[in-house]
């Protein structure tokens, strides 16, 4: 069972960055795919970013592209997510996802086998 603890949420301003962290339990973390996906009030669970197992390839969803990367230390067992240029339209709570793949990560959020509790992001104007 992988558990995974996400971090880093908070209050940011428009135009402003926050970085967020998901750590794992788990010491094969390095076999594992990894995603950041987000829910706001009302809404579906959306795709964020993934990240291949080696960092070597990563996708974003239509609405972050060119503003949020995604980035994983294999030697910590973290993934991260940088967040800049943010907007009101960013809040949600994200979560980070983790599914054991040598595959493209996937960016369907039913593909992934554990999820973390979540962290809330909160973008004013």
């Known amino acids: 069972q992988v558990q995974l603890d996400e971090s880093g949420g908070g209050l940011a301003q428009a135009g402003g960055s926050l970085r967020l962290s998901c750590a794992a339990s788990e010491r094969t973390y390095s076999w594992y795919a990894m995603g950041w996906f987000r829910q706001a009030p009302g809404k579906e669970r959306e795709f964020v970013a993934s990240?291949?197992?080696?960092?070597?390839?990563?996708y974003y969803g239509d609405s972050v592209k060119g503003r949020f990367t995604i980035s994983r230390d294999n030697a910590k067992n973290t993934v991260y997510l940088q967040m800049n240029s943010l907007k009101p339209e960013d809040t949600a709570v994200y979560y980070c996802?983790?599914?054991?793949?040598?595959?493209?990560?996937?960016?369907?959020?039913?593909?992934?086998?554990?999820w973390g509790q979540g962290t809330q992001v909160t973008v004013s104007s």
């Open positions: 996802a983790a599914k054991p793949t040598f595959t493209h990560p996937p960016i369907a959020a039913n593909e992934y086998d554990y």
């Open positions: 990240i291949s197992w080696n960092g070597g390839n990563s």
